[in-house]
């Protein structure tokens, strides 16, 4: 990762560098005249622009207007639009690429910017270096302001939910469900309970009422207990709940219970194998998947690709071995004979057409496989310290690995959006591997000379 480029595009806060008016100017302009080069579709290069909920998003649009204008480009705005929407629409709407402003599941405060090429991939990070290089030093840049205004595009938006329903299943409805659905004030509000009504569901509807500053405060896919409390108070068949820019869901079964996205990439799997479509006998899982999951789906003859966390690695996975499902136990799932990129609302309907198609109740797939018990500390940093500089806590994980004797694992990472340690191990008896967490948090701290900052 580079500067400010991330796991998921770049991050911050509005108003502070990188997200200043010049910076994000800056950032578009760059950006488009490499992809100009790349490749241009016919006629006068055009962006495609969409955002989810936040009230800095059509600020920071403006901003990335007039830097699209700088590079020779008019942008089409799409307004409120899932992350899903932009990949889907980019391809098929002849432009240069797309561009989403969104910090996805990040609080309000936060904002983000994520690229898609022409073709509707994330840009790949051989691309964001060379943005990166293309940029002036910090508070350098430049605004030169061309009044630049985006167009209308809204209506697109239309094309992505015909899609949707297209991949439903023609012979099946949704007729008799009940379903709550938690958008998290964010860009599937617009889009997701009409969805599923559509397809015969009586849907309860939460977190559908955004004002720029409640998107994803406590609701949707990393907040589910509303959603949760919500079904079992409405009897409701289940219940899902997505991020900010509905690229991932987390569901609920008719008892209340979770299912994240490895059980979800579960179910899934074992549907399209037994149907005989899922291409190369083969799934992609990131790291941070629980390894439980990993030997159920061998032992049912499904194999395994382990990838780096971020669904751009889970995509090229894909891709490279010709498959047809991967995904994060976040609940980022790509269902790669529809989408190129994961789709919440996408996994959504996915999912409930395979509830359909083999029938019974959601919780009767909630413990396909036995999760090895596991335990994930996110240690709020203050500033990200390479982990191969920390000898001590290099040491301090060989010898939790070595206690593990083969049977769990031990696995350090840094967030690549927010200020976060990740620490996660796997491992027999939850009391040992908490204490190893704890453990490797405080060696960390200790060797950083750094205090965990509230989160």
Not at 219 to 248: I, K, N, T, W
Not at 428 to 438: L, T, V
């Amino acid at each position: 990762m580079g500067q400010f480029f991330g796991t998921d595009g770049v991050r911050g806060i509005p108003g502070r560098y990188p997200l200043t008016e010049e910076t994000v100017a800056e950032i578009a302009e760059v950006a488009a005249r490499l992809l100009i080069k790349q490749g241009c579709p016919a006629g006068a290069p055009s962006v495609l622009m969409g955002r989810d909920t936040r009230g800095s998003g059509p600020a920071i649009g403006r901003w990335l207007a007039e830097g699209f204008a700088a590079a020779g480009c008019r942008t089409w705005d799409l307004g409120v639009a899932t992350t899903p929407a932009v990949a889907y629409l980019t391809p098929r709407t002849g432009v240069v690429c797309g561009v989403v402003v969104s910090a996805s599941h990040n609080p309000a405060q936060f904002n983000g910017i994520k690229f898609f090429t022409h073709d509707g991939y994330k840009m790949s990070p051989e691309l964001e270096d060379a943005v990166e290089k293309g940029l002036s030093p910090e508070g350098h840049a430049q605004l030169r302001r061309r009044g630049a205004r985006p167009r209308d595009a809204a209506g697109w938006v239309r094309r992505y939910e015909d899609f949707l329903r297209s991949t439903f299943p023609s012979h099946l409805d949704l007729s008799g469900m009940r379903l709550v659905v938690d958008c998290g004030h964010g860009a599937a509000s617009h889009i997701a309970p009409a969805l599923f009504s559509d397809l015969g569901a009586e849907v309860v509807a939460l977190g559908c009422a955004p004002d720029g500053r409640n998107i994803n405060l406590r609701c949707g896919a990393l907040y589910p207990e509303s959603m949760q409390a919500a079904v079992r108070r409405h009897r409701a068949d289940c219940g899902v709940s997505f991020d900010g820019d509905a690229d991932r869901v987390i569901f609920s079964d008719e008892k209340g219970r979770i299912l994240n996205g490895d059980q979800l990439i579960c179910f899934s799997a074992m549907h399209l194998h037994r149907g005989g479509l899922l291409r190369g006998g083969k799934v992609v899982l990131t790291v941070m998947s629980n390894y439980g999951l990993v030997r159920f789906l061998e032992t049912h003859g499904i194999g395994v690709v382990s990838v780096p966390v971020g669904d751009r690695n889970v995509t090229e996975a894909i891709e490279a071995e010709g498959l047809s499902l991967g995904g994060e136990s976040s609940g980022h799932i790509i269902f790669r004979s529809f989408a190129s990129t994961g789709d919440g609302i996408l996994t959504a309907v996915q999912t409930l057409a395979a509830l359909r198609s083999c029938g019974g109740r959601l919780s009767a797939y909630h413990a396909l496989f036995r999760p090895m018990p596991q335990v994930l500390r996110n240690l709020a940093v203050e500033g990200k310290v390479p982990l191969d500089r920390l000898p001590r806590l290099r040491r301090l994980m060989h010898g939790c690995e070595a206690a593990l004797r083969g049977e769990g694992r031990v696995f350090l990472r840094y967030s690549g959006t927010e200020p976060l340690l990740r620490i996660l191990i796997e491992g027999p008896g939850r009391a040992r591997i908490e204490r190893m967490a704890r453990q490797l948090a405080a060696t960390y701290l200790a060797e950083t000379g750094q205090k965990e900052l509230s989160p």
